[in-house]
């Protein structure tokens, strides 16, 4: 009987020769991005890239910002092998932002390459208005007023804009949101699948905002509206959304750091409600002998998280009035100087209200004719009211107020108004330079929804 006995360099010869079972080597992990690149705004960060040499099948991309407050995501995005650039916003001028871009095959990533960026403060001349006409048309100005305005398209139910000037509109079936980016390229569809309104909304990071017909908000996010491949929106169901499919619906709003805000009920009891993330507020407000509540009519986000109200009492000849609801307070206040027929608009820094000179209480002014009501609708000033409240006027000439209802326009980061004026002498798309002066014409015909980014 034999017994064999193997030395340690026999078990190392046949481990070479195969007679032990060879593990494959993992897959080589890809290169890193090449040529990454930072530019923006204020506000905006662009991060730019070309892909990774090397044999390895780059499958996506992840993009991270550090410091990554009020990012989404915590501050981190994931995009297809195809990205080839990136957007972060909701950046704060003068905090350097270091941005990492790395590749990725599989379940192994590349080593980062880097880039830092540090916003500056804004220019007004670096902002367009977009304008939304009765014929469906998407039109950018420069907020200077100084220019013609240029056509986006004209196939905009609804539409919004992101920091960076890309138009996302509604399709013609409402299903689908097509992107018309800044640059000039064709347009394309960035998300699929929906059952949309024609009211789309965005914030300062790029997210898209969508109503369904039957009140719920969907969103997408800003990193798929970058791909070349169209997705699926995401969508929850807030309380307090109503009101038909139309460009604009002012019972909801979005911040620029993506706050939702809602308001419904009626006269005497509304309730008002904001989400941001996971965080959920609810507050009801209630008519008492010290503080009048109305019907709502519509709802802005001002600065410093305070809310802004529109609201009317029964009765066919009542007033649309605004009221500042401060952030965490349960009683709203009056702002309004007067009565009147009136526009509003807020930007990161105020809320705006022009008023007209004089008011009618007569019922039949509700009609367009205007029979048995003759004031004078002049308008005389524009309201400023800043974070916690604090009140200034400055002269307005050249402009006259329509009828009466909750108008609301848009103002840019200089304090610049644009508003819609409905009928009267001076119809049209109107510009209040900001601290007053002499009102400017952009626009003779009617315009359904305004936006300054």
């Given at each position: 009987m034999y017994r064999v006995v193997l030395t340690a360099a026999a078990v190392a010869g046949l481990?070479?020769?195969?007679?032990v079972p060879a593990h494959a080597a993992p897959p080589p992990a890809p290169g890193a991005p090449i040529a990454v690149q930072?530019?923006?705004?204020?506000?905006?960060a662009d991060i730019t890239w070309r892909a990774p040499t090397g044999k390895a099948k780059v499958t996506g991309y992840t993009v991270t910002i550090s410091p990554a407050e009020r990012q989404p995501h915590h501050g981190v995005?994931?995009?297809?092998?195809?990205?080839?650039?990136?957007?972060?916003?909701?950046?704060?001028?003068?905090?350097?932002?270091?941005?990492?871009?790395?590749?990725?095959?599989?379940?192994?990533?590349?080593?980062?390459?880097?880039?830092?960026?540090?916003?500056?403060?804004?220019?007004?001349?670096?902002?367009s208005l977009f304008a939304l006409?009765?014929?469906?048309?998407?039109?950018?100005?420069?907020?200077?007023?100084?220019?013609?305005?240029?056509?986006?398209?004209?196939?905009?139910?609804?539409?919004?804009?992101?920091?960076?000037?890309d138009v996302f509109v509604p399709s013609a079936d409402l299903t689908s949101i097509v992107a018309y980016p800044a640059d000039g390229s064709p347009a394309r569809t960035v998300a699929t699948g929906l059952q949309l309104t024609a009211d789309l909304r965005s914030d300062d990071a790029g997210n898209l905002y969508w109503r369904t017909p039957g009140?719920?908000?969907?969103?997408?996010?800003?990193?798929?509206?970058?791909?070349?491949?169209?997705?699926t929106g995401t969508s929850t169901t807030p309380t307090g959304i109503s009101g038909p499919g139309t460009a604009a619906n002012p019972m909801w709003a979005v911040g620029g750091d993506g706050t939702l805000a809602f308001v419904s009920g009626t006269l005497g009891r509304i309730d008002v409600g904001t989400t941001k993330g996971s965080e959920v507020t609810s507050r009801t407000l209630v008519e008492s002998s010290t503080s009048y509540v109305g019907n709502p009519s519509a709802i802005l986000i001002g600065p410093g998280g305070d809310l802004y109200l529109n609201e009317r009492p029964s009765g066919g000849a009542g007033a649309w009035q605004w009221f500042l609801l401060k952030a965490g307070a349960t009683k709203q206040v009056t702002i309004e100087p007067r009565i009147a027929f009136q526009y509003a608009a807020v930007n990161s820094s105020a809320f705006f209200l022009l008023q007209s000179k004089e008011w009618c209480t007569a019922p039949a002014e509700s009609s367009v004719?205007?029979?048995?009501?003759?004031?004078?609708?002049?308008i005389p000033d524009?309201?400023?009211?800043?974070?916690?409240?604090?009140?200034?006027?400055?002269?307005?000439t050249g402009v006259t107020a329509g009828s009466r209802g909750p108008w609301i326009g848009a103002a840019d980061t200089a304090g610049d108004v644009f508003f819609n004026v409905d009928t009267g002498p001076t119809p049209?798309?109107?510009?209040?330079?900001?601290?007053?002066?002499?009102?400017?014409q952009l626009n003779s015909g009617q315009i359904s929804r305004l936006l300054v980014i």
């Open positions: 481990v070479l020769g195969g007679a930072a530019s923006g705004s204020a506000a905006t995005d994931h995009l297809p092998a195809s990205a080839r650039k990136d957007d972060f916003g909701a950046l704060t001028p003068g905090t350097t932002y270091t941005f990492a871009v790395r590749a990725v095959a599989g379940r192994t990533s590349s080593a980062a390459a880097t880039v830092q960026y540090t916003p500056t403060r804004p220019t007004a001349q670096r902002q006409t009765a014929t469906g048309a998407v039109l950018r100005y420069p907020t200077t007023g100084v220019g013609d305005a240029t056509t986006v398209t004209t196939a905009g139910a609804g539409f919004t804009a992101n920091r960076r000037g009140g719920s908000i969907g969103t997408v996010p800003a990193a798929q509206t970058l791909g070349t491949a169209p997705g004719s205007q029979v048995g009501c003759h004031v004078d609708r002049s524009v309201l400023k009211i800043t974070a916690g409240g604090a009140a200034t006027t400055a002269p307005v049209g798309l109107w510009r209040v330079p900001a601290g007053g002066g002499a009102a400017q």
